[in-house]
């Protein structure tokens, strides 16, 4: 696979040169392919946060460098905007930057300092408020009077307006209900699904990584203590657990079967798989 | 960013001076300031220097954040000095070019009010750095006491400051990470002119006001859950007592600053 | 077992409103008793734990706190005296810069003596098990830190009751069981009656009972294995089921009958384990 974002050797330090100097992100190198759904974990304070903003170019590295599409994103810093253009960052609780007197203005600011104007600015706004599920009547109302959920939806979608070809999303569904959740991590895979742009997930929702992306970074510590598809990092699954990690509810169950002398293979962390392993243990001991 | 502003902050400790009653503190800093403005002469402002450095000692506070903390006057510090120093007239002159001259008193003049400046500045610096902001309004709270007689409403202020000086962090926080949300949309925050940049501010204050009054509303409710309904039968956790050290420190900044003013007077 | 909290027939309308945010809610919640309200956002749910201090006043019918109405102006003090609110965003409840005069607020307005309110703030620190933070900024906490400093403030009024209004709907995993464990040894050690307002499914497993609100109505009373095993009712109004209770209910469905109160992973592994022993 093509790599779109290659981060080499990322350290960041927080205060140099103060008694409370330390490293949020210590030497971290890892490359993400175009088009790939991948997954970042960790603890509050294990650097994720740190190390996101660094991809778009809000925070500068104190060591390293990040490529996009092969080029130093700090080679020009004049030019840092259009990289926050090309990798779209939605921050946590994204719905408390809404500032417009409506939700289709809202959505327009980014494009429109991006240059763009007219129809193509029309069409982008109309694009991502369809990505997002916003219905048309909702983009002349007041942002403040969509709902929690709703209002989220306009945030995500004020970023994926700009069209950018990365988007990072730091727990987007923190806070919402069940459905809430499930919805909109559908309108994202969706998205993912039609789009093919490469998403970078942050969730502290082991169930919601598991159902959703191709490959996981675990964090730990300013470090990445894993790298791997779902199956390779769950099958480590003691290993989370003993960093302080959650696990996916279906890894614990899966545990918990093998405990008890049952056949469950390392990487069995869905639901789904969890179904199936156990029809088939069932089959292989019907009575002969 | 924004977070290393300094607004009085606070250095906790134990010494002498974080122990003085905060009203005493107060007190001392009123007739520190008194004194500052009728020092008057070499011999008076090196009292007052003196008492700073020794005040300083005794808080044990680092000489280096006393120094930052002149960091945002410092503009202000040297308009004094040279506005005072090329159109001061009168003593010898030293030098003249135009309408600008340097005189002796030029030259005195220009010096004692940097220094009243610095001093001044560092003296209510060095209040806030030993008293934590909550006790600094207790204590004025306290000392403003017998104004709810004119009815002022004391208690409600002092809330008021103490509940500001709360969200002041989680305030500029927020704000740090608004600008980063709207930098990430593309906002430009830091070219233009002034019409632009003010307009570029729309995107960060819109959102700010918006979360200060949901938080204000949502405080108001959790202060009601926990049975708040005025200053009236309301007790403290601390109650701020006298002790005799506050006496004696009350004691010697008065001796101090009477000899500052008559040294004044005298124009030493 | 007396009755902590009684609601009667509860409608109410938020001005503007089109729709009534409680719909006849009709409940008892007894003393010492660990109860979850579970619902989707818009489902009620909020509104309800807002009724049990007077925060909100029904419109119609009536809800009582260990008898006194609430919507009597002059027992407001002594009601919300007894029953505690910890709300969802952490940063918006804490008054005070230090720690201590923090929880030292609420002894403070009821004109506690200062060595009483000394006692309560310690003894109230000690039991959220955040004894060293005494005198640290509150904003410089976790998010689970400051929740359980919001539970200290709380228990500085000696409540009889403690309602966490969605206080863990805003915190990471581990602040979450943080402030979890410490509400259930309150309720276990203390006898403390907690109302718990949450979407998190998986914080109802070991309650002892809960309820589950939709349209302003209560649709769901039990203890969790009862509510937890009704599947289909659950995903209708908008919530689901936990995963052990999700996997069974689908082994049930290709054909594998399993009990569907088998709530923690243990209990579930057990059961698959022996439905597969009984083949065999």
Redesign the interface.
Known sequence: MESILQIRHLTHTYSIGTPFERDAVRDVSFEVGRGEFLGIIGHTGSGKSTLIQHLNGLLRPTEGQVLLSGRDIWAEPKKIRDVRFRVGLVFQYPEYQLFEETVYKDIAFGPVNQGRQGAELDRCVRDAARLVGLREDQLDKSPFELSGGQKRRAALAGVLAMEPDVLILDEPTAGLDPVGRETLMENIRAYHREQGKTILLVSHSMDEIARNVDRILVMKSARILMDGTPPEVFSRSEELLSAGLDIPHAARIAIALRRRGLDIPPDVYTVDALEREILRLRKETVPC | MLKDITLGQYFPGDTIAHRLDPRTKILLTTLYIVALFSANGFVSYAVMIACLILSVRLANVPPRAMVRGLRPVLFIIVFTAVLNLFFTPGGREFFRWGFLTVTETGIKTALFMVLRIMLLIMGTFLMTYTTSPISLTDALESLLNGLKRFRVPVHELSMMMSIALRFIPTLIEETDKIMSAQKARGADLEGGNLMQRAKAMIPILVPLFVSAFRRADELATAMECRCYHGGEGRTRLHVLRYQRRDYNALAIGGVICVCVFVLGRLGW | MSVMIEAENVRFTYPGAASPALDGVSVAIERGAFTVVLG???SGKSTFAKMC?A?LLPDEGSVSVEGMDTRNEELL?AI??RV??V?Q?P????????V??DV???????????DE??RR?DASLHAVGMDEFV?H?P?LL??GQKQRIAIA??LA?RPDCIVLDEAT??L????RREVLSTVRRLNREQGITVLLIT?H??EAEDADRVLVMDDGRIVMDGTPKEVFSRVEQLRDT???V???V??LD??CQ?G?PMPLDALS??E???A??N??AR??
């Open positions: 989707h956002n818009g201090n925060v003090l919300r005296q505690g609110m709300f965003n940063d918006n409840q804490i008054v005070a810069n230090v201590e005069e030292a607020f609420a002894p403070e307005n009821l004109g506690v003596p200062p309110i000394r703030v005198t900024a904003h976790s998010g403030g709380v009024m709907a805003m990471d995993p581990m602040g979407h499914m998986n908008g919530l689901t936990p995963e052990t999700e996997l689908r082994l290709d594998m992973v243990d579930c592994a057990d698959i384990a439905a597969l083949k065999g």
